[in-house]
Each structure stands twice: as C-alpha cells, then as structure tokens.
C-alpha cells in the first residue's frame, strides 16, 4: 500500500462518496471550503492504493508556521473496512512526516450516550497506533473531542500542539466565527450546545460557493 495526494478531482469524487458516507453533516467540510485550502497549499489529502485501486484516505490541515499537522479526517473505503488498513495509513503518515514535529488528531470524546462505546473503541485505536491523549481537548461545532499526539521525530509539546491547533481554526474563520463555534481548549465551565451542521451555516468559508455549485 502507498499514499499518493489526490488531485481536486479525486479530492472531489471522494468527497461526494466515501465522505459523505462516513461522517456526519456537522463533521464534514463543503467540498469548496476543502479546494480553497488545497489551493492554499495547506491541506493535502492523501489516498492510500493498493494498485490502482483506493482503499483509503487521510486528509492532513497543515498549521501555519509550524510543523504539525492535523489528521481532518482518516477513513477506509467502505469495501475494505476491518482488515486494518486504518493503521496501516497511520504508520504510512509517520513515515511521511518522520521530520515533523507532531501528527494531530481530534476524537470524539465519550459523553455517557449510547455512542460511547464507538467512541472508545477509536481512541483505543489510535493508542494502538502510536498516539498519546493529552491533558486538553476541544468543542468544534458543538461536538466535543478528546485531543492525541503521535511527534514522529520526538520534539512534540502539548503547549506547541495547543497553539498549532488553534492558529488552523484562526486562519480558517473569521473572529466571529471562531469565538462561536471553535473551543480551544474546551472550556469545562460552559454547557455543551447541540451540535450544529458546518453546511447550515452562513458566511463560512465555502458556504457560498458551495451553494453556487449546487444550482
């Protein structure tokens, strides 16, 4: 198996499959907002084939000014679930970024429903792989995740992954928008709000030209 970056293309054909498939509308990202960051040069989506054929995919946000990047979103194609590719990918990601200071993810943290054991079987996976859960974790669009690390070359702090995760959200969004819908580091003290559809927004990045594309 080889990870190769998809073009807009690919990016766009996944996007409308295997994406909208596997998350849901208040995880998922218009396919706009994602073009406008690849032609930014600070998202880069990564397929994994065997062959000629695309078994899964890790899309990585790039943190301005930092060497760390967050894992946005991490699957297997539906045809190939349960054969441990998932962490395959994560070791083909360590070896890509063996220079980079750390590998970020956000998982969905347990909240006593009746999604928690799902929740914990994926924070379990990525301990198997290699990632550490640090001290701090964060509400995004009103869904709460727990924060880990994997530092490929050992330099990795919580306060450097801190900073890097917040200056990906504050580049992304305008003031407004962060302070409404971004949390980092959760606040324990406030009260967790429903979870709210990226695409039911207004005047986020993508919206418009999403909805102009779908005309």
């Not at 690919?10 to 396919?31: I, M, V």
């Not at 062959?51 to 000014?65: K, M, N």
């Not at 990525?126 to 550490?132: A, D, E, V």
Request: aromatic letters at 10%; a negative charge; one cysteine or more.
């Amino acid at each position: 198996m080889k990870l190769r970056e998809l073009d807009l293309t690919e990016l766009r054909r996944l996007h409308k499959t295997e994406l909208h498939e596997a998350f849901p509308p208040e995880e998922l990202k218009p396919y706009a907002a994602m073009e406008t960051l690849v032609k930014a040069g600070v998202y880069h989506p990564m397929g994994a084939w065997e062959g000629e054929t695309l078994v899964g995919y890790a899309i990585l946000w790039e943190s301005p000014g930092s060497r760390y990047v967050l894992i946005d979103y991490l699957g297997v194609t539906a045809s190939r679930r349960n054969r441990g590719l998932g962490g395959k990918i994560l070791g083909l990601l360590r070896e890509t970024f063996r220079d980079w200071d750390g590998i970020i993810v956000e998982s969905e943290a347990p909240d006593g429903g009746e999604q928690d054991a799902l929740r914990r079987r994926r924070m379990d996976f990525y301990r198997r792989s290699g990632f550490t859960f640090l001290d701090y974790d964060c509400i995004l669009f009103g869904v709460h995740y727990a924060v880990c690390l994997c530092s490929p070359n050992g330099k990795g702090t919580e306060a450097a992954v801190m900073e890097a995760h917040k200056a990906l959200y504050r580049k992304q969004f305008s003031s407004w928008a962060y302070d409404r819908y971004v949390q980092i580091p959760r606040d324990p003290a406030c009260p967790l709000q429903p979870p709210e559809s990226w695409a039911e927004q207004k005047n986020l990045p993508g919206l418009e030209e999403e909805r102009m594309n779908a005309k």
